[in-house]
Structure formats: C-alpha cells, structure tokens
C-alpha cells in the first residue's frame, strides 16, 4: 500500500505510516524471533498485555503466522495475509482463470505480462496474477505490511504444493515508494503494465470499509497522492497501466482506454503502446 502518512498526537512510539505499532509474541518459544522482528522494523517489543493504552496496533508473530490486531478494538479481530488457506489459497483463486477482469484488464489474453502492482498491499491481485502465470513485483511503503507480506511467502513456499510453490515465486516484494522505484528504473526494466490498487475514500460500503480495511487505514491512510503516483506509471508502463476502482467511482485518470467490470469494482486500462490492443 503505497499511502501518506496519517497524523495521531495521542501515542509517543509511532510506525513510519504514523499509527503507534508494536511488535509482541503469542509465547514465551517466539520471543527471540519476535525481537528480531521488532529490530528489523525499528519498532518495539513488548507483552502482550502491554499493548493498551500505549499502541494503536499490535503486530503479533503466532506459531502460525503474522498477524496485525487493533488494540482498541479487540472485535474487529486478525489482519493477516494468508497463500495457503482462507479466501486466497490456490485452488479458488485461480478458478476464473484468464476470463476473470483483472486477467483480462492486464492482458493475459495475448501472453503474460511483467506487472509492477505499485500498491500491492495485503497482495491478493497480486498473488491471483501470479498464479496464472505473471511475474510480480509488488511494492509496499508500509514495512509492516511488507513483513507480513513475506511472511505468507515464506509460509507459501514451505506449504509443499507444487503449483502454490510456482505462484509464489513468480511475486517479488519490495519495500519502499513505488513512485521513486519507478522513476529510477533504466528503460530495459520496465515492467509491462503497472497495476494501481488506491485505498478507497472512507464512507463506501465496499471492501474499504470491511474490518481488515479499517485496521490497515488505521496503519497506512489513504492515498490523496494516487494521482501522482499514476501519472509516474503512465510514463513507465511499456504497455498498460491498470487501475482499480469502485464500480460506480470516477476514474483515476480521463477517458480510459477500456474498462472491465466485476460485480463490485472496476478496472480501468490506460494503454501506454501504440501497438498494444484490447
């Protein structure tokens, strides 16, 4: 998720995005690794019990997995970013194939493209990308996130399923500003279509506003510079930018090219190649 830092004056340790993080472990056995954990994310380590009145968010490493819990509101449950099971494993997700939108949005239908998901976030599209057969690079600015994010690939590749264990490889995650990545790439790295995700504006019904959603806003904000950053991307894509968007949202940019629509959002095509087609 590539997302301006929010302000909050009430905590004193802060993550970079602005909401006060800590890093804590599920049991006395993970409480090296946890450190390590904290110390690489330059975020502290504390008990469990710790955490309130002093964190807006904890990232607690489990046995199982990492997971991102608010600490004020304990109902909104878990964040965590899962390849093996849940909503994104394997089988389900690949089952649309190349007819799904976003297949169709990046142009499966006349190869398979590199794609730079500038706004990779919790990596879903991402990972459905990679299992029909893109290479990925997803960039993240949240290095919370993007701990996470390599977590579930670690825990992907370990899984043993040879086609999960294929998918995951093809996804390379980077931590940083997507727009200063793209700005330093040399011509001959350019990706093949740029894949843009912004955070949808507070107040829909969709999957902004969804419990995952408003623990990751909490963490990373929104994206008031989402036009900058497509503006980077339509001059970098070799061939396509694509941009997600609420069904009913006006576009990001003016007049795309093509637009292919889901039940609940809408991908907007921007071609960048004059011999690039539908």
Do not use: W
């Not at 649309?96 to 976030?121: C, K, M, S, Y």
């Not at 941009?243 to 003016?254: I, M, S, T």
């Not at 039940?263 to 921007?270: L, S, T, W």
């Amino acid at each position: 998720m590539k997302r301006t830092p929010t302000k909050s004056a009430a905590l004193p340790l802060r993550s970079p995005q602005g909401a006060g993080v800590a890093v804590a472990a599920a049991g006395e056995a993970l409480k090296p690794a946890a450190g390590e954990l904290a110390a690489s994310l330059a975020l502290p380590l504390v008990a469990i019990r710790e955490a309130a009145g002093r964190f807006d968010l904890l990232l607690l490493l489990t046995s199982e997995r990492l997971e991102l819990r608010s600490v004020h509101h304990r109902s909104l449950g878990a964040v965590s970013v899962d390849f093996v099971h849940g909503p994104a494993a394997y089988r389900r997700i690949a089952a649309g194939g190349r007819r799904q939108p976003l297949a169709r949005a990046v142009g499966l239908r006349t190869g398979r493209p590199t794609v730079l998901d500038a706004t990779v976030g919790l990596g879903r599209d991402a990972f459905l990308l990679a299992c029909l057969g893109c290479r990925v690079t997803g960039v993240e600015r949240s290095p919370v996130i993007t701990a996470m994010l390599r977590d579930a690939l670690n825990r992907a590749t370990r899984s043993g399923l040879p086609a999960l264990c294929d998918a995951v490889r093809r996804i390379t995650v980077i931590g940083g500003d997507s727009r200063d990545l793209m700005r330093g790439l040399d011509a001959d790295q350019a990706p093949d279509v740029v894949y843009i995700d912004p955070m949808y504006p507070p107040g829909r019904k969709t999957a902004a506003v969804k419990k995952e959603m408003r623990i990751c806003r909490l963490l990373v904000g929104d994206d008031p510079d989402a036009a900058e950053l497509f503006d980077v991307a339509r001059r970098v894509a070799r061939r396509r930018v694509v941009v997600k968007r609420h069904r009913h949202a006006n576009p990001l940019g003016p007049d795309p090219s093509l637009s292919y629509s889901g039940r609940v959002v809408r991908y907007d095509v921007y071609i960048t190649s004059a011999d690039e087609g539908a």
